[in-house]
């Protein structure tokens, strides 16, 4: 496998686990995840840290999707914000792979 398709593989599984876990967090507390979590029990600040790990790239595009609609953001913030999505999910599913692979 050359090293470009492991990058896009690696980048294809974060954003995979990005969907699912921030699919299941949704399923499970009824709303989606979100970066703001002060208004949360500790517990659940917890449960929501542990899953910005994985759903960050989900988050990160949604909001910016918000912001370019609502907002009228340029264009430069919605490729910023796809770049940074990218990459989070490059090294979460580079993780992922790593421990599947290991395992």
């Known amino acids: ?19 699912l876990t921030s699919s299941f967090y949704r399923l499970v507390t009824n709303k989606p995840p979100s970066f703001q979590l002060t ?20 988050v990160i595009l949604r909001n910016a999707l918000r912001a370019q609609v609502f907002e009228n953001r340029p264009p430069f913030w919605m490729l910023l914000s796809g770049c940074i999505a990218t990459m989070w999910s490059f090294l979460s599913g580079l993780f992922l792979l790593g421990v599947f692979l290991a395992a």
Not at 2 to 11: C, V
Request: glycine share 10%.
């Open 39 to 58: 208004s949360e029990t500790m517990m659940w600040q917890l449960i929501g840290v542990f899953t910005l790990i994985f759903a960050g790239p989900t």
């Open 1 to 19: 496998m050359t090293e470009l398709t492991a990058f896009f593989f690696s980048i294809a599984t974060g954003f995979v686990a990005a969907g």
